[in-house]
T-cell receptor, first 117, second 110 residues
């Protein structure tokens, strides 16, 4: 199993350009997440999805859009990149909690390092 | 998620036990304590979680006080590879989201 993979690993954009970050998981997880991490800070949730065809806003959704057309993929889009979006982006997934032992173990990808000039 | 408070940094000698504290005085009865760690530049990694009983797995032990207002993550024999930022999170487990704070930066030294 590859787990959670992210493409690309690195990207440099100019202000105003657009791009899409791809997250893929092969664990048949229902929930998927996009976080951003700025230097010296913890992770902040951008958007998440609790199943195919669903999306929801997280803590810092402005300037980003997402889509979950397939269960295994979660796409993060930047329509018009800004320098404030320079960050490391992490994708994560988790299984649906079942039974009495609810378990919030999220599996993370290796990250995408994005620089917006 | 209930608010958690962790020291910003700690040091530990290699081979010794690393004891990382976390305060969660407002934790509710249905919230678990989760620990994750993030090794430099990598995605966070789940370590362990518990509700009110002490827990142990191959990576660490989790000690939760009887009043559940604080907990300690124990790495019994720290190695250089345990140098990382450790996050303590209080969460119901069924909640869709986790809230990551700034964590404790553990530096393991020779």
């Amino acid at each position: 199993n590859a787990g959670v993979t992210q493409t690309p690993k690195f990207r440099v954009l100019k202000t105003g350009q657009s791009m899409t970050l791809l997250c893929a998981q092969d664990m048949n997880h229902e929930y998927m997440y996009w976080y951003r991490q700025d230097p010296g800070m913890g992770l902040r949730l951008i958007h998440y999805s609790v199943g195919e065809g669903t999306t929801a806003k997280g803590e810092v959704p402005d300037g980003y859009n997402v889509s979950r057309l397939k269960k295994q993929n979660f796409l993060l889009g930047l329509e018009s990149a800004a320098p404030s979006q320079t960050s490391v982006y992490f994708c994560a997934s988790r299984q649906t909690p079942l039974g009495r032992e609810f378990h919030n173990e999220q599996f993370f990808g290796p990250g995408t390092r994005l620089t917006v000039l | 998620d209930a608010k958690t408070t962790q020291p910003p940094s700690m040091d530990c000698a290699e081979g010794r036990a690393a004891n990382l504290p976390c305060n969660h005085s407002t934790i509710s009865g249905n919230e678990y304590v989760y620990w994750y760690r993030q090794i430099h530049s990598q995605g966070p990694q789940y370590i362990i979680h518990g509700l009110k009983n002490n827990e142990t797995n191959e990576m660490a032990s989790l000690i939760i006080t009887e009043d559940r207002k604080s907990s300690t993550l124990i790495l019994p024999h720290a190695t250089l590879r345990d140098t990382a930022v450790y996050y303590c999170i209080a969460n119901t487990g069924t909640a869709s989201k986790l809230t990551f704070g700034t964590g404790t930066r553990l530096q393991v030294t020779l």
